[in-house]
């Protein structure tokens, strides 16, 4: 079972007892749709019913970040990602991709791979340090905290805060709670931890209120996989041009990194690598070149 520590106690996202009820319910009863043939698109029937998850089960006092964070964002994933549209969609792609970014910038990472998969999740896969995995003073994985603790400040519910001065990495929790699935694999120290999620909730247990070995390797990174909910977005299926275009201006903005762009939803698929040790100067030397090529 799930090992509870401290304020984690009874609380619906890492009490085992309550997340291992709530899982093992149809996913449409945990959005309080009425049965889960009732496929209601874009999480209509889930704002019309609203929260009946676990009915009688949370006492009104009940106070979890993670679970109300979860619900926040599901609730408005507008606020956090801009919209349920195919913007918003691609935005988490660039949501995950930023924390690599921000690797790279520590110093600690060189490569990000950004890959479409052919079922429809995205992958991005980088060669940092990897998430630290160790115990967090809250007495829990410093991994589950990323994932689950809705970070404050975020950039479309406060314009205050849209400033370069580092407001990545915050997306991570938004991501996972809009995911119907989230793995996550930490190479690290030696080993390769794995974890796991569903529209945010955790579905692995923990040894000792730590992530499971699945392997040895000598690398070390981070890797994400994630299947956005087609409960809450209008359409699942990235947009590859928006998504590689954006990968290229980033690329341009970190002349030291190199990003690998893959789509496997293609018949052929498609591999772009985006390197531009020139920085911005290749940009503005690329758009006048694109310019000529239009007269
Ligand atoms: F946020 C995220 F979880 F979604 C995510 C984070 C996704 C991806 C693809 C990569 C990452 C990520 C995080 N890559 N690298 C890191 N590094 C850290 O979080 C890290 C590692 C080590 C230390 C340290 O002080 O030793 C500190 C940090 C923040």
């Known amino acids: 079972a799930v090992q509870l520590i401290g304020k984690h106690f009874n609380c619906p996202v890492f009490d085992s ?32 019913y609203k929260c009946r998850y676990l009915p009688g089960r949370l006492p009104p006092e009940h106070k979890c ?44 990472c060189d490569t990000i791979k950004v890959t479409l998969e ?18 967090h003073e809250k007495g829990i994985s410093a991994e589950r905290l990323v994932f689950t603790t809705l970070h404050a400040g975020g950039k479309f519910d406060n314009s205050a805060y849209k400033t370069s001065g580092g407001l990545h990495g915050v997306g991570s929790s938004v991501v996972n709670a809009l995911s119907t699935k989230l793995t996550v694999r930490v190479k690290s120290g030696g080993f390769i931890y794995e974890d796991r999620y569903e529209r945010g909730i955790p579905v692995m247990d923990l040894v000792d209120g730590l992530l499971p070995v699945v392997g040895k390797t000598r690398e070390t990174g981070t890797t994400i996989n994630f299947l956005p909910d087609d409960t809450i977005f209008d359409k699942t299926r990235f947009k590859e041009d928006d998504v590689k275009s954006r990968l290229h201006e980033t690329a341009y903005l ?12 293609k018949e052929e698929p498609e591999k772009v690598t985006y390197h531009e040790p020139e920085g911005i100067i290749g940009f503005i030397k690329d758009m006048n070149h694109s310019k000529e090529t239009v007269h």
Do not use: C
């Not at 964002?73 to 988490?92: A, D, E, F």
């Open 254 to 265: 970190t002349p030291k990194l190199t990003i690998i762009f893959e789509d496997k939803r």
């Open 118 to 135: 052919a079922d429809g999740s995205a992958t991005v896969e980088d060669n940092g340090r990897g998430i630290p995995v160790g115990m």
């Open 17 to 48: 007892g309550r997340s291992l009820d709530l899982l093992s319910m149809p996913a449409a009863s945990q959005q309080g749709r009425f049965s889960h043939t009732d496929h209601g698109k874009s999480g209509r029937a889930f704002e019309k």
């Open 65 to 108: 970040d993670h679970w109300a964070g979860r619900e926040a964002v599901r609730k408005r994933p507008g606020m956090y990602i801009g919209s349920v549209s195919t913007k918003g969609l691609n935005h988490l792609i660039y949501e995950i991709v930023d924390n690599s970014v921000d690797e790279h910038l520590a110093g600690y």
